[in-house]
């Protein structure tokens, strides 16, 4: 029994030698608590800054700080092991964002970074791109010319240079002229005179010569000079024309072409996507125009435009490659919206066959400029965008009264249009409307 006893004490003691051993050997492998850099916060945490007074980031705090927590090693070698797979992986590609890391998500249909110098709010122009678009006609000009052309005496009358056949150009006793419209109807010479107070109330009066009515009568001064010219004009005694201001060295306007497709087509114009991206700055000044036009034909539900050219493509697909009717540019470079007796009033009635053209193409334009978006929403909210419209008709316009105003039906329906419009701008606001934060 007593030689048993020692045998287990002995081979006790040699399992307590061996224990003691791995323990001092484990003990030297561990590193030293000591070895932590206590000078360098952790990347998790916010540098703390040097003490008031403090000789720099290497100088001793003020009050004694707390040792930060030793890191666990293996979670050290986990990470630093994951960040050299990711390395790893991105190699041959694009650097990869570590895994911890949050990334900034851009939502789909916002405009992309390129872009954001030609819009602002994800909608609307810069408003150094509008800064570039040409002056046009400006308020000071427009009255002037109208002023002037009301009491000029009309010396001669010529034929071409103004559209229809049944136009003339007309020339003043000063040497200035102007285009005279002479409508089939009285609607189109009022569909014109509205046209262009609409282009007033909506800030685009740089878009549309000035206009002044004027009654054609034989013994009246203004046309007394020229009473061969109107009998072989055959114009109706005491109708009511349109005096235009005449441009001369204008320019026909094609479509421009990154905006057309393969099929001639338009293609959406908005600031996301791309349409907008890698386009010159007379490019994109010819779009602010354009989108401007776009949305005035709507309103006046002008069909003998760019939507002729839209109907013609069933038949023609090489229409959107030709100038476009009625559209000019001037020698500054603005867009001259030309010809408008076709809005509101003939517009209107014949609209329901034209809408399938006039809406889809407003639909597929979500860039706006800011002050003509302003100004539609600005009627959209008043509900009375007839009223305002016959009062700056009867204010600026001496022969008002001899002019049918816009029939009810046809003023509620100016409303509802501005309503759609309003909508859709709004609609292109919350889908591409670039958010703080965004």
Not at 125 to 144: I, K, T
Not at 236 to 246: A, H, P, Q, Y
Not at 419 to 428: S, T
Request: proline share 8%; net charge positive; charged share 25%.
């Amino acid at each position: 029994m007593g030689r048993r006893m020692r045998g287990a004490a002995a081979t006790a003691g040699l399992w307590l030698l061996a224990l003691g051993s791995l323990l001092a050997l484990w003990g030297r492998l561990l590193p030293p608590r000591t070895a932590l850099p206590a000078s360098r916060p952790p990347e998790d945490r916010t540098p703390r800054r040097p003490a008031v007074g403090g000789g720099g980031p290497d100088s001793a705090p003020r009050f004694p700080q707390p040792p930060f927590p030793a890191r666990d090693p293996r979670g050290a070698s986990l990470k630093t092991f994951r960040t050299l797979l990711t390395l790893a992986a991105g190699a041959d590609g694009p650097p990869r964002r570590p895994p911890g890391e949050r990334r900034r998500r851009v939502p789909d249909g916002r405009p992309r970074p390129g872009e954001l110098a030609v819009v602002h709010g994800g909608v609307f122009w810069s408003r150094g791109l509008e800064e570039q678009v040409p002056r046009g006609f400006s308020e000071a000009q427009a009255a002037a010319w109208l002023q002037a052309a009301r009491g000029a005496r009309v010396v001669a009358l010529e034929r071409g240079g103004c559209g229809r056949s049944s136009n003339r150009l007309a020339r003043f006793a000063d040497g200035t002229r102007a285009c005279v419209r002479y409508g089939i109807n009285p609607e189109q010479i009022q569909g014109e005179a509205l046209s262009y107070y609409l282009a007033c109330l909506l800030g685009l009066r740089r878009h549309v010569p000035p206009l002044a009515l004027s009654r054609v009568e034989a013994r009246g001064a203004q046309w007394a000079q020229v009473q061969e010219e109107l009998r072989a004009a055959h114009w109706t005694e005491g109708s009511v024309v349109s005096l235009t201001s005449w441009l001369p060295n204008l320019t026909d306007v094609v479509v421009p072409a990154p905006w057309r497709s393969e099929d001639g087509h338009l293609r959406p114009l908005r600031a996301a996507g791309g349409e907008l991206a890698n386009r010159s700055q007379e490019e994109l000044v010819d779009l602010v125009q354009w989108t401007d036009l776009i949305l005035f034909d709507y309103l006046t539900a002008n069909f003998d435009r760019l939507v002729s050219n839209l109907f013609s493509l069933q038949w023609d697909p090489r229409v959107m490659q030709r100038a476009t009717s009625n559209l000019h540019r001037g020698p500054g470079g603005a867009l001259v919206f030309l010809d408008n007796e076709a809005g509101l009033v003939h517009g209107y009635r014949v609209a329901g066959m034209w809408d399938k053209y006039n809406e889809p193409l407003l639909q597929s334009v979500c860039v706006f400029r800011e002050r003509t978006a302003r100004r539609v929403l600005e009627l959209h909210r008043g509900q009375d965008a007839a009223a305002r419209l016959l009062r700056l008709y009867q204010h600026h316009e001496p022969r008002f009264p001899e002019l049918a105003e816009l029939a009810h039906p046809h003023a509620q329906l100016l409303q509802r249009r501005l309503d759609f419009l309003a909508k859709h701008i709004l609609h292109c606001k919350a889908k591409y409307g670039r958010r703080p934060g965004t």
